[in-house]
T-cell receptor, first 114, second 110 residues
Framework: DVKVTQSSRYLVKRTGEKVFLECVQD?????MFWYRQDPGLGLRLIYF???????EKGDIPEGYSVSREKKERFSLILESASTNQTSMYLC?????????????FGPGTRLTVL | DQQVKQNSPSLSVQEGRISILNCDYT??????FLWYKKYPAEGPTFLIS?????DKNEDGRFTVFLNKSAKHLSLHIVPSQPGDSAVYFC?????????FGTGTRLTVIP
């Protein structure tokens, strides 16, 4: 069974704080993704990574950065949290390659920025 | 701009009846479509998919239909069960990632 874990289920931070969201997968997947889920907007891709130290911008990268130093770990960083970054953050992973491979999601981190 | 749209935010169905969830997309280059199911406090889980070369894919109680000319897909659940109550997202595969719809909350009434 693929397991994708996220470091926190709930997080409350203050405006201007630096925030780290951690994601770990245990299936040796090449690809990892960070999404945010907002009511009425569905899931939107922030960043993804197809290999260690590689990253690509998704649809809404502004205000975020990522780090992938090890294959199993993909971190999302909010350099200076703002209230409009209050959201549910979902991490996912999948096998790499040229064909589509199913994405497996973690349980999500609900971040509130005050 | 939303490339994948689910125009019904919610749907209620009696247990045993058919649930039909709809999804529209705008990009004719999408070649693979998926449905994900999400329970509260859990991440989305893959449910069923369809390639653009097909118009129907069936897996047990779940069937996905694709109408490429209308850029429309639908998920049929027959018979609906209370355990099917969840938020359903349709998604389309882009070059490197998935584009998700806004979700439809299905409630199956016992």
């Amino acid at each position: 069974d693929v397991k994708v874990t996220q470091s926190s289920r709930y997080l409350v931070k203050r405006t201007g704080e630096k925030v780290f969201l951690e994601c770990v997968q245990d299936m040796d997947h090449e690809n990892m993704f960070w999404y945010r889920q907002d009511p009425g907007l569905g899931l939107r891709l922030i960043y993804f990574s197809y290999d260690v130290k590689m990253k690509e911008k998704g649809d809404i990268p502004e205000g975020y950065s990522v780090s992938r130093e090890k294959k199993e770990r993909f971190s999302l960083i909010l350099e200076s949290a703002s209230t409009n970054q209050t959201s549910m953050y979902l991490c996912a992973s999948s096998l790499g390659g040229t064909v589509y491979n199913e994405q497996f999601f973690g349980p999500g981190t609900r971040l509130t920025v005050l | 701009d939303q490339q994948v749209k689910q125009n019904s935010p919610s749907l209620s169905v009696q247990e045993g009846r058919i649930s039909i969830l709809n999804c529209d997309y705008t990009n004719s280059m999408f070649d693979y479509f998926l449905w994900y199911k999400k329970y509260p406090a859990e991440g989305p889980t893959f449910l069923i998919s369809i390639s653009s070369i097909k118009d129907k894919n069936e897996d047990g109680r779940f069937t996905v239909f694709l109408n490429k000319s209308a850029k429309h897909l639908s998920l049929h659940i027959v018979p609906s069960q209370p355990g099917d109550s969840a938020v359903y997202f349709c998604a389309a595969k882009g070059a490197n990632n998935l584009f998700f719809g806004t979700g439809t909350r299905l409630t199956v009434i016992p």
